[in-house]
């Protein structure tokens, strides 16, 4: 206390500066009001027209600006000279958008995300060897929630000049099914079974038709692809319910799903060689 014995506080809080800071907090109080009401103004406007993400960024870009312009407004009434300032601020401001240069492309990357929409919150997409569920699309990154609930936060940078899949883009989504039969099967009868698998099941849409083409006359027997549209939000039900009828419904018709074999022969004209196991106890007993 003894440092501030000698000081005459009232000679600090005369009229003026009363005056002056009240104001100051008058522009405060007011300023950051009509800050909240421009916003709520223009998210009501922008609603309908505009995507949640760039909702999010011009909120954020109106709000930084309110608050410089407020913050200015209050070292103005206090009598500050803002030219000093504003040059630092300016020198500052390059250094550290010299050593951000990572930061500023992914900001601009950032914009172009809002302006192409190629995804939004709640799609999900595929992004290298990652794919998960759209959490934001901030001003430097996107984060994804895995389906093994990681959190993933990507570059906006790496998402503009990479490969990105959107898997729920679409409301309908086509799952294949690569399969193959063995060469003595009658395969306008494996065409009619999975033709009555898809129909039957009420997570396949009838249209589009269901796809079925055969591919390649393989080693081990005829590959073929089995294709099902479905909605892109039965994409579980789908894959398990499809993949366990497949599996039953050939059981039942008899229909052989072949595995790789090996054959191997002396000559043309000669009968395969014959394989047969023959346990550890027999063998001792022949030497």
Same mark, same amino acid.
């Given at each position: 206390?003894?440092?501030?014995? #000698?000081?005459?506080?009232?000679?600090?809080?005369?009229?003026?500066?009363? $005056?002056? $800071?009240?104001?100051?907090?008058?522009?405060?109080?007011?300023?950051?009001?009509? &800050?909240?009401?421009?916003?709520? &103004?223009?998210?009501?406007?922008?609603?309908?027209?505009?995507?949640?993400?760039?909702? +999010? &960024?011009?909120?954020?870009?109106? #709000?930084?600006?309110?608050?410089?312009?407020?913050?200015?407004?209050?070292?103005?009434?206090?009598?500050?000279? &803002?030219?000093?300032?504003?040059?630092?601020?300016?020198?500052?401001?390059?250094?550290?958008?010299?050593?951000? =240069?990572?930061?500023?492309?992914?900001?601009?990357?950032?914009?172009?995300?809002?302006?192409? !929409?190629?995804?939004?919150?709640?799609?999900?997409?595929?992004?290298?060897? !990652?794919?998960?569920?759209?959490?934001?699309?901030?001003?430097?990154?996107? !984060?994804?929630?895995? /389906?093994?609930?990681?959190?993933?936060?990507?570059?906006?940078?790496?998402?503009?000049?990479?490969?990105?899949? #959107?898997?729920?883009?679409?409301?309908?989504?086509? +799952?294949? /099914?690569?399969?193959?039969?063995?060469?003595?099967?009658?395969? =306008?009868h494996v065409k009619d079974v999975l033709v009555d698998i898809a129909y039957r099941n009420p997570k396949v849409l009838d249209e589009p038709a269901?796809?079925? +083409? /055969?591919?390649?006359?393989?080693?081990?027997?005829?590959?073929?692809?089995?294709?099902?549209?479905?909605?892109?939000?039965?994409? +579980?039900?789908?894959? #398990?319910?499809?993949?366990?009828?497949?599996?039953?419904?050939?059981?039942?018709?008899?229909?052989?799903?072949?595995?790789?074999?090996? %054959?191997?022969?002396?000559?043309?004209?000669?009968?395969?060689?014959?394989?047969?196991?023959?346990?550890?106890?027999?063998?001792? %007993?022949?030497?």
């Amino acid at each position: 206390m003894a440092l501030f014995k #000698n000081v005459d506080f009232s000679s600090l809080f005369t009229e003026d500066f009363l $005056l002056t $800071l009240f104001r100051a907090a008058l522009y405060l109080v007011i300023g950051f009001l009509m &800050l909240r009401v421009v916003i709520f &103004l223009v998210r009501r406007l922008i609603r309908r027209r505009v995507t949640e993400q760039a909702k +999010m &960024l011009t909120t954020k870009v109106i #709000n930084y600006t309110g608050i410089v312009i407020i913050v200015v407004i209050v070292l103005l009434e206090f009598g500050v000279n &803002l030219t000093p300032i504003l040059g630092a601020a300016g020198i500052l401001g390059l250094a550290i958008g010299i050593a951000s =240069q990572a930061s500023l492309s992914n900001v601009i990357s950032g914009l172009f995300l809002v302006s192409e !929409k190629p995804f939004a919150a709640g799609d999900v997409i595929t992004v290298g060897d !990652k794919t998960g569920v759209v959490m934001s699309i901030d001003l430097l990154s996107v !984060k994804i929630r895995t /389906f093994d609930n990681l959190y993933i936060r990507v570059p906006n940078e790496k998402i503009v000049s990479g490969e990105v899949t #959107n898997i729920t883009r679409y409301p309908i989504r086509r +799952m294949d /099914f690569n399969l193959s039969v063995a060469y003595k099967e009658n395969l =306008q009868h494996v065409k009619d079974v999975l033709v009555d698998i898809a129909y039957r099941n009420p997570k396949v849409l009838d249209e589009p038709a269901p796809i079925i +083409m /055969f591919r390649d006359f393989a080693d081990s027997g005829i590959t073929l692809l089995f294709g099902v549209w479905f909605q892109k939000t039965d994409y +579980m039900n789908v894959k #398990n319910s499809v993949t366990l009828e497949i599996k039953n419904r050939f059981d039942e018709e008899g229909i052989e799903i072949p595995f790789p074999h090996l %054959s191997i022969y002396a000559g043309s004209t000669t009968a395969p060689f014959p394989v047969a196991a023959v346990k550890e106890e027999e063998v001792e %007993s022949q030497e």
